[in-house]
């Protein structure tokens, strides 16, 4: 089985989705968070963060050799596991769907 970083489609989505200019790292817990963060969402630490990209780049390898599925969650998103409509909701679709028909037929 090839790790995350054999699969090249794989290392370069998941480096371009994790752009080391658009993260930053807390100096109190390490946590990687986004750039836009005004604060650590692990920690809440308000201060200045890290912002050395050499290192933020060694930071994120090193996390998707920790958890190399979020490399393919990062490409594949969240649309493939999204939850399927409840009962109650296909109901209401189906109801519908014939409510539509019979209009269709009645013109």
């Keep these: ?5 054999e699969d090249q489609y794989v290392w370069n989505e998941a480096q ?5 200019n658009m ?8 946590a990687i968070n986004a750039a836009s963060n005004s604060e650590c969402f ?8 890290t912002r ?7 930071e994120v390898h090193s ?5 190399p599925e979020l490399a393919r969650a990062l490409i594949e998103g969240t649309d493939s596991h999204a ?11 189906w109801v519908w769907a014939r409510i539509r028909t019979l209009k269709k037929v009645q013109q």
């Design 16 to 20: 371009r989705l994790l752009d080391a």
């Design 63 to 67: 996390l998707l050799d920790r958890c």
């Design 1 to 5: 089985m090839k790790s995350w970083a």
């Design 52 to 58: 050395d990209r050499a290192k933020m780049e060694t």
């Design 42 to 49: 692990v920690c809440g630490w308000r201060g200045k963060f």
């Design 23 to 30: 993260l930053k790292q807390c100096p109190l817990c390490r």
């Design 83 to 93: 939850p399927k409509p409840g009962l109650l909701s296909r109901i209401f679709e």
